[in-house]
């Protein structure tokens, strides 16, 4: 079984200043881990995925995020907001073999003041 | 690449129509697609896995008489919202992947806004 914990449902930041967006999982198997980003009334941008390879791993728009597995942790950031990542931030699971089905975080909404 | 359209992104209804919702996969063939639904500031739930040539498999809890799925062709699968109500409001995401490529993340469509009324 699987399943992921956004530990935030709402993450206030500066423009300009770091974001972190924390996500644990439990997993059975070795899985694959991505955040998706979700805009207002829009579908779901790929990120950033992890699929055992390097644990540092670096998405669009400068963000990244680091897989540990001691911690089952994956927690997404980026060194400095803007105003256009304001959105919704979904952390994913999935086993790492076969047609699975996806296991979505409850989200984190990023809002970013100027 | 792996480009996922979806249509239409929004429709309004009234209360006892149907609604037929498309997904289609542009430059890949897709064997698996996904149908999601997601409420007001709310994560996604998966509501079926859509397979070509055969039914669908639906989550525990979504009715299959009220959300028929068809998936005839390796680049379409379409969500009939049936007789719908006021309470079928919301949106809806279908995704799909290469096959091959499921390490590589879903492609999901931009959504349909349905509004029941």
């Known amino acids: 079984a699987q399943s992921v914990t956004q530990l935030d449902s709402h993450v206030s930041v500066s423009e300009g200043t770091p974001v972190l967006l924390r996500c644990n999982y439990s997993?059975?198997?070795?899985?694959?881990l991505f955040w998706y980003v979700q805009h207002p009334n829009k579908g779901l941008q790929l990120l950033l995925k992890?699929?055992?390879?390097?644990?540092l791993v670096k998405g669009i728009n400068g963000f990244e995020a680091e897989f540990k597995k001691s911690e089952t942790s994956f927690h997404l950031t980026k060194p400095s907001a803007h105003m256009s990542d304001a959105a919704e931030y979904f952390c994913?699971?999935?086993?790492?073999?076969?047609?699975?089905?996806?296991?979505f975080g409850t989200g984190t909404r990023l809002l970013v003041s100027p | 690449g792996a480009v996922v359209s979806q249509h239409p992104s929004w429709v309004i209804c009234k209360s006892g129509t149907s609604v037929k919702i498309e997904c289609r996969s542009l430059?890949?063939?897709?064997?698996?697609m996904f149908w999601y639904r997601q409420f007001p500031k709310q994560s996604l739930m998966l509501m079926a896995t859509?397979?070509?040539?055969?039914?669908?498999?639906?989550e525990q809890g979504v009715e299959k008489d009220k959300f028929l799925i068809n998936h005839a062709s390796l680049t379409l699968s379409t969500l009939t919202v049936t007789s719908a109500h006021p309470e079928d409001s919301s949106f809806y995401i279908c995704?799909?992947?290469?096959?091959?490529?499921?390490?590589?993340?879903?492609?999901f469509g931009s959504g349909t806004r349905l509004t029941v009324v």
């Open positions: 992890y699929t055992s390879a390097a644990t």
């Open positions: 430059d890949f063939q897709a064997t698996t």
């Open positions: 997993s059975s198997y070795s899985p694959s």
């Open positions: 859509s397979n070509e040539g055969s039914k669908a498999t639906y």
């Open positions: 994913v699971v999935s086993p790492n073999t076969g047609f699975q089905k996806l296991v």
């Open positions: 995704s799909a992947t290469p096959p091959g490529r499921i390490n590589y993340g879903y492609t």
